[in-house]
């Protein structure tokens, strides 16, 4: 069974670091994509950052160029989404994705998982 499972979301203030994790499995460890994406209240889900499995690349939204990063544990089946110097416009659900292409289009992306929140207070 494919399985993505988000973790670590929480409440922190501005300026504080928080980390993501995604853990995969089933065939989901297997696509060429893993990716986070975000959804504030009221908002469309909007890319965030993706790692490229094939050579380790990894891409990111303009908002969070700088601040955030995506890492990948093949021992763990895992990855991870640091994010440093947060600010109160990051709020938003986390989501991890997985895709076979590479894209920072929500709809290319067939696997999901349920989501963790993530608070920064001002």
């Known amino acids: 069974q494919v399985q993505l499972v988000e973790s670590g979301g929480g409440l922190v203030q501005a300026g504080d670091s928080l980390t993501l994790s995604c853990a995969a499995s089933?065939?989901?460890?297997?696509?060429?994509?893993m990716a986070w994406f975000r959804q504030a209240s009221g908002k469309e889900r909007e890319f965030v950052g993706a790692h490229f499995r094939m050579d380790g690349g990894t891409y990111y939204a303009d908002s969070v160029k700088g601040r955030f990063t995506i890492s990948r544990d093949n021992a763990k089946s895992t990855v991870y989404l640091q994010m440093n110097s947060l600010k109160p416009e990051d709020t938003a659900v986390y989501y991890c994705?997985?895709?076979?292409?590479?894209?920072?289009?929500?709809?290319?992306?067939?696997?999901w998982g349920q989501g963790t929140q993530v608070t920064v207070s001002s």
């Open positions: 994705a997985a895709s076979a292409v590479w894209s920072t289009r929500q709809n290319n992306y067939s696997y």
């Open positions: 089933g065939s989901t460890w297997n696509r060429n994509v």
